[in-house]
């Protein structure tokens, strides 16, 4: 999605805002562009459609320089990808702006603009914005003044950097309802949608909160509040280190992503579980007075959040005794919903910027929920700060636009949340119980069979072959494993554009069967558990109906490999940790189908990592 960078130095900053860009290409765009103020104290724009490579050319044939420039890679909402529509939008080539967001009421302001003789040259909400804010400069002669009036006129959410010809020490940024942080520097400031984008020049950070308003110069920020009053915001350092947003010697970050998962999930238990237990102090302080009070779950998330979410309504029902609702975000914030007493809100988010998670977080607040708690990857996120309580997952940065290590570590958490649960309904304090000892004891081999999984690697390469001509394919899986088919079927979409779709087994006969045939592939999870043998009686519906099956099964299933039927074989492990390990094989399939069909593995076309608008 549109991502932001802006600088203020006393070195030529082109290079450092286009390194920016470049970080922040994972997020998905179709168009980038870069404004300075150059060295004779004028405005200068570079922009393209297609990738920031296109800008980079477009700067080795027009080279420019300045101590002050914003760059933005644009995700089209408002207008098509075009050069004309990319940001950085001007007014009267004084006034530079960058924006993620919507401007909901941009027409109203448009026309009051047109009216006042301003002309605008794209079809974007954007523009309004910086004409706006010019003609309040054109009142004030001060950005930071004129950019508070613009922001009291607007309807909508946004992130965005402003600079002006006539102010060329400062860069005025600002937030609402999309992410910004300041980078801090020696003597020099930056801002990005994403501190991925300035680990170059900074390792120091300040989360601006939803409505600030900073002003950047080369020795001080000041930070204005909501309400206009001057506010200091902590400066946080950098925990992940540089490597986490490299590739190193993999092909892709989603291939290098799947590989970190054994080191990934211990790193999300490290610290959480005793020899017999999940510790109480896992979710901090506050849950431990909280947990017991919970009568019921609702989880709200998006994507393969939402699936994570999925899976934990099987544990948390099962293994805590509570009821639990899982919805998407989209959906859930335009419900009428009714609350139930002592019912707990989980978002669950891997970026914790979700546009339409965020949304249902607010308005559970005021909905009568017992407490929000917040299941995300990133520690200064808008739905972390926002919420009650939160656990992180510790993922490091995720890259590619296909989840996956941030997916199988929500699970890991949620596992940990269910345990949790579980202790404050049931037991007492001290009281040992079996099955929360047995699981601690298989969630501290997980990383071990994670990573014996992955030594499947080959295999699963060599059984993508099959499906590199398809044009369909159908994931079954039963219980907690339906999710995980939804999870592949997702994976398989999203970056090798197959169509997948995924069906709790059991509903096979009630339309999937009519769409099986010898060009209709189909994966199943066949994990040893209570359903397995519902789900070999629905793998033999598809066989007799000449459907080719390719199954990721325990070996104790006694599914072994025959004619229309290809198997693998997975590590054992315990049942309820299965959704886990089987999540695996299905993110290597989609990665090696994605190899052979040649489709952008990392940044699958129209798809963005971090969906910061509605
Ligand atoms: C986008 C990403 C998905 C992600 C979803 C939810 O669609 O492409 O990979 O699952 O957003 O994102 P979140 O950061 O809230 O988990």
Redesign the pocket.
């Known amino acids: 999605m549109c991502g932001i960078v802006g600088a203020v130095a006393e070195r030529n900053v082109t290079g450092i805002i286009l390194e920016g860009l470049k970080r922040l290409e994972y997020r998905g765009y179709d168009s980038a562009g870069l404004a300075v103020i150059n060295e004779q104290g004028l405005l200068q724009r570079r922009r393209a459609q297609g990738k920031v490579a296109e800008v980079e050319q477009r700067l080795v044939d027009q080279p420019m320089k300045g101590f002050l420039g914003v760059a933005h890679t644009r995700w089209a909402t408002h207008g098509v990808p075009s050069e004309a529509n990319a940001h950085p939008h001007l007014s009267s080539d004084e006034l530079a702006l960058v924006h993620n967001g919507i401007i909901e009421n941009y027409q109203e302001l448009k026309k009051s603009l047109q009216a006042a003789g301003y002309l605008f040259t794209s079809e974007t909400d954007t523009e309004v914005v910086a004409h706006l804010i010019h003609q309040q400069y054109q009142q004030t002669a001060d950005l930071t003044q004129a950019v508070h009036q613009c922001l009291e006129r607007l309807e909508g959410a946004y992130a965005l950097a402003v600079i002006h010809q006539q102010t060329p020490d400062r860069l005025v940024c600002a937030r609402k309802g999309s992410p910004l942080v300041i980078g801090v520097g020696m003597g020099e400031y930056f801002c990005a949608s994403d501190p991925l984008a300035l680990l170059q020049v900074t390792d120091r950070f300040i989360y601006l909160e939803e409505g600030d308003l900073a002003t950047l110069t080369l020795q001080n920020h000041q930070i204005l509040d909501a309400s206009g009053q001057p506010v200091e915001r902590p400066i946080s350092q950098w925990q992940h280190g540089h490597q986490a947003a490299e590739k190193g010697d993999y092909k892709h970050f989603m291939l290098k992503e799947i590989y970190e998962q054994p080191a990934v999930l211990a790193a999300t238990l490290e610290g959480r579980l005793s020899a017999t237990r999940v510790l109480p102090q896992a979710l901090g302080t506050a849950a431990m007075e909280l947990l017991p009070q919970v009568r019921q779950v609702q989880i709200i ?5 939402y699936h994570a979410g999925m899976v934990a309504r099987y544990w948390i029902e099962r293994l805590a005794g509570i009821p639990c609702q899982v919805e998407v975000a989209s959906e859930y914030r335009y419900r009428e919903v009714v609350v139930t007493e002592q019912t707990l809100f989980v978002t ?7 546009a339409d ?1 965020l949304a249902a977080l607010r308005f559970a607040k005021t909905a009568g929920y017992l407490a929000s708690l917040a299941i995300c990857n990133v520690p200064g996120s808008s739905l972390v700060r926002e919420s009650d309580l939160s656990l992180m997952t510790q993922a490091g940065p995720e890259i590619g ?3 996956t290590k ?1 997916f199988t570590t929500q699970l890991t958490a949620l596992l940990l949340f269910t345990l949790a649960l579980r202790r404050a309904g049931h037991q007492q304090p001290d009281q040992e119980d079996p099955l929360e000892a047995e699981l601690v004891q298989a969630l501290r081999g997980l990383p071990r069979i994670a990573e014996q999984t992955l030594k499947l690697d080959e295999a699963i390469q060599e059984l993508s072959e099959d499906f590199a001509e398809k044009h369909h394919a159908l994931f079954l899986g039963r219980g907690s494993h339906f999710p995980i088919a939804l999870e592949g079927a997702l994976k398989l979409k999203e970056i090798s554009y197959i169509h997948a779709e995924a069906y709790p087994a059991g509903e096979l006969k009630h339309g999937p069967l009519a769409l099986v045939d010898k060009e209709m592939p189909v994966i199943a999870v066949a994990p040893k558990d209570d359903l397995v043998d519902k789900l070999k009686s629905n793998l033999q519906e598809v066989r007799a109906r000449g459907g080719e099956l390719y199954v990721f099964a325990d070996p104790y299933t006694l599914l072994e490999p025959e004619e229309g039927m290809k198997v693998i074989h997975l590590p054992e492990v315990n049942e309820v940790l299965a959704p886990i390990i089987y999540t695996l094989p299905l993110q290597l399939l989609s990665y090696h189908v994605a190899l052979i069909k040649g489709t952008d593995v990392d940044q699958p076309r129209n ?5 910061t608008v509605e």
């Open positions: 998330a998006c994507g393969t959040s669950l988010s891997q970026s914790g910027e979700t998670t636009v296909a989840s941030a798809l963005a990592k971090s969906v």
